[in-house]
């Protein structure tokens, strides 16, 4: 599986941005896709994700009804709409896809990287 992250940038703080991981390879294993963030100085943390059989979603605390996840089965691509950005949510954020059916953990497969930064 390999994955292929788009749409970071830099956005004022209040801003929305859209990110996107497109998945290639052996797709049928996924059974989980979604994004994780990592922040300069901090651990990584899940932003939200996405299980296909279901639509089911999990979303990291700090991210709230503010992000959303959605999944395009056609293109085999997840998209994160963020809005409100808040200057903390600067970060690395990384797609990720799981070939189990969790929501808590990240799988084996990562994307490149996409940097969001969020200016006051």
């Known amino acids: 599986v390999q994955l292929q992250a788009s749409g970071g940038g830099l956005v004022q703080a209040g801003g929305s941005l859209r990110l996107s991981c497109a998945a290639s390879g052996n797709i049928a294993r996924i059974g989980v896709m979604g994004w994780y963030r990592q922040a300069p100085g901090k651990q990584r943390e899940l932003v939200a994700l996405?299980?296909?059989?279901?639509?089911?979603?999990n979303y990291g605390d700090s991210v709230q009804n503010r992000f959303t996840i959605s999944r395009d089965s056609a293109t085999n691509t997840v998209h994160l709409q963020m809005n409100s950005l808040k200057l903390e949510d600067t970060a690395v954020y990384y797609c990720?896809?799981?070939?189990?059916?969790?929501?808590?953990?990240?799988?084996?497969?990562w994307g490149q990287g996409t940097l969001v930064t969020v200016s006051s």
């Open positions: 990720n896809a799981n070939d189990r059916w969790t929501l808590t953990s990240p799988g084996p497969w």
């Open positions: 996405s299980r296909s059989k279901d639509g089911t979603t």
